[in-house]
């Protein structure tokens, strides 16, 4: 029987890695990266066993008839006869240095929290305001469960939604004094994805809720969008960011599925996130409240419903055209992951691409967006893709060729200031493949430097991306932060 690592030494290893990479900087240090990582249970170095699935017996509890056994990667094929298939797996955070070279790794207590293995959103870290810790979404449940990204949460049971079982999602921060799970009720239904502590002490969540049909119970709305604790608080969580289509003129949607946001972020006191991904909404990126003041204030239950106004807004010169209206042909559309600003007038954003192979070498967006702030709008400048690949298939040893995958595009993203004028960026990359879940595909940690002044594609032509990492067979990478660097982007947070 497998079993986890002795607390001991996990807690012994935790606080050895992160004092040692929290310590202060040298002037020839240019610092170290996060990196967190999921590896599926049976593969590789795993020391837990994989779910006990039979084909042709198993009832999947999304519904239908497993169709593969519990063993990576065929286990995903699942997924087509239940929609909601997913495998809870460990979560580990590495110690890197810059260059990709891994010099510690940090395994989180599979008693506490995990993840869900193909869940491509999760586990984005978010340095504390004063850099000494990070944060990330994760889930209580035992490792190797079956669909618990679109579980129901605690008090906010969906009767439509097919997965019936109960898990709590939780705020994770961890630092040089060990591991903080606060567990929350929020994201029923579906998966939170990113969580940063800011500087007035609040968590603010971003992620998905709702997997039954439509309408959807008032607390699954109330699950969605842009959610808040206070430090230490939960499980209930306070509603503080959402968004309507009607803001921008259309018919009013399925309400929960506007406010699917990913990629988060602060910058001053203002609170941005993105959304990149589902058939509702707008794939853009929008702002949270007023700017140069953090939410505080649950919004309404239905903002769809006339003297009920949101709080959210998007940036003025980002895509405003719905989802389901985005050109469908050769990547044409704008699906935003990680964004980061790199000043007051300069935001990068991460597009991860439509996911659909024919597009991915040709896409005219996907890859590292980088936009400019002027006269009260924004505009895109250039998009960096110099070096990912696009499209183009790489090896990863013991994965059958046919499901080798390629690179879409971005997903989350770290930044940081260098002395001469440059920014050097971190980011995840998404993948396209013939699995049968491309959130389940190893796929890369890359970087690029850019100059901050360039405004033009032709001045950054020669920028390219370069590869630090590859995941391994049954390993995925999910989130990436600079410590001790120059910059870590954004607001960091207190420990």
Known sequence: MRTQLPSSLFLRGLSLALLAVCAPAHADDDGHLLLSRSVYPGTGSSPYAPPVIVPGKTALPGGGTAVADGTYPNV?????????FGVTSPIYVDVLSTSGHTERTIPIDVTKVVTSFSSKSEIALNLTPRGNAVTFMAYVAPVSALDVSNSNTPSHVDPTNPVAESYQRAVVQLGPH????????GYSGNNGRAVLLAKNGRYYMSGNAGNGGNPQPASIIDDTGVL????????????????????????????????????????????????????NGIDTVYQVGTKDALPT???????????????????????????????????AGYFPFGIWFADANTLYVADEGDSTAADAGVSAYAGLQKWTFANGTWSLAYVLQGGLGLGQQYTVSGLPAAIDPATDGL????GRHNEDGTVTLYAITSTVSASGDQGADPNRLVTITDRLSYTTATQASQEQFRVLKTAGYGEVLRGVAVVNGEDEGGDGGDD
Not at 76 to 82: K, R, T, Y
Not at 255 to 278: H, I, P, Q
């Open 76 to 84: 995903f094929l699942n997924a087509g006869p239940d929609g909601s």
């Open 411 to 414: 997903r989350n993203i770290a």
């Open 228 to 279: 808040m604790i206070p430090a230490g608080g939960g499980p209930e969580c306070t509603q503080v960011g959402t968004f309507s289509v009607t803001q921008e003129g259309f018919a009013a949607d399925k309400l929960g599925k506007d406010s699917n946001f990913r990629g988060l972020a602060t910058f001053g006191d203002t609170l941005y996130v993105t959304k990149g991904s589902g058939g």
């Open 297 to 331: 204030q649950a919004v309404s239950d239905n903002p769809n419903q006339a003297g009920n106004p949101t709080n959210m807004s998007i940036l003025p010169g980002f895509p405003t055209q719905l989802a389901k209206s985005q050109p469908g042909a050769n990547g």
């Open 178 to 185: 060990g591991l903080k799970v606060m567990p929350v009720n």
